[in-house]
């Protein structure tokens, strides 16, 4: 090929290229002017809860149903939503579980510009500015607090004093993705049944701003929605959506009671360890027809 017959080829191809592609329209319409006092609603405006908006809330007899289940089963019947599980925390109550809806916020280290803002929208809101007050304030019976505040490398949320004040408004404990003040006082029983987990504990005083309170966060890889559903321990927290809750106490509770029959059979010693986890079909039919019993 000629090299005037190659330009007139490479010319028309990369005419056909452009004609292919749409113009990027460089204007966009601007943003709609927020309504009046939008900007103090206690909750957070979130683009993705406004699409999530019917979403249901837990109840407190499903909550109850769920301290009872173990972690692995719930775990287990979580489907695509098991990757939304954070560790790496220190329980201030070993053993105990957290359970209850998620009441997110999030926090950023201080500068003077974000003190003054925050401080304008409490003062708009009438909230107090230190979110551990505000939730002393606000929380609800079955709640969780649920903080992002820079992991490992972030800072302390609250202290035995605002913990209490918490605990009376009916919160159930608190995942801290940072870190808490008085890990000594929160290990006594008056704070029994009010577990904290947290990364690190440290006698700071609390110093980053709450931008955000009741709106999406991240702890570790997770990501948490307000009013999730939590289950921690030890081990580490789970959150999934409400609307999966009827089917992992489903899923769970059938689990709990498969492994009850495998345990009993595992202790008679009668059968093969590979004919009973799994069950064999044999087995299986044994199992299906004692739940028929029951």
């Known amino acids: ?145 649920v903080a992002e505040l820079g992991g490992a490398d972030g800072h302390n949320f609250f202290g035995a004093m605002a913990a209490t004040g918490i605990k009376m408004r009916g919160v159930t404990g608190a995942v801290i993705d940072g870190g808490s003040r008085d890990l000594a006082e929160l290990q006594t029983d008056a704070f029994k049944e009010f577990p904290v987990l947290a990364k690190f504990f440290h006698v700071t005083t609390t110093s980053w701003i709450g931008v955000e309170f009741n709106a999406p966060v991240r702890i570790g890889t997770a990501t948490v929605l307000p009013g999730d559903v939590v289950v921690g321990e030890d081990e580490g927290v789970l959150f999934f959506p409400p609307d999966m809750l009827d089917t992992v106490l489903k899923s769970a509770s059938e689990t709990e009671r498969r492994e009850a029959f495998e345990r009993e059979l595992l202790l008679l010693k009668k059968y093969r360890f590979r004919d009973i986890y799994p069950l064999s079909p044999a087995l299986k039919e044994e199992y299906e027809k004692s739940k028929g019993a029951r």
């Open 1 to 145: 090929m000629k090299g005037s017959q190659i330009l007139v080829f490479l010319a028309i191809v990369t005419g056909l290229g452009l004609a292919a592609q749409t113009p990027f329209n460089q204007t966009f319409a601007p943003d709609v002017p927020a309504p009046e006092r939008f900007r103090t609603n206690r909750t957070s405006y979130s683009a993705v809860m406004d699409v999530l908006s019917t979403r249901p809330r837990v109840t407190q007899a499903q909550l109850d149903q769920l301290k009872t289940l173990p972690l692995e089963n719930i775990f287990a019947a979580l489907g695509d939503y098991r990757l939304n599980y954070a560790r790496g925390f220190t329980n201030t109550r070993p053993g105990e579980r957290v359970v209850g809806r998620a009441l997110t916020m999030r926090f950023l280290p201080p500068r003077p510009d974000l003190v003054r803002a925050a401080e304008a929208l409490a003062k708009e809101g009438d909230w107090d500015r230190r979110y551990y007050a505000r939730v002393a304030e606000e929380a609800q019976p079955g709640d969780v607090v």
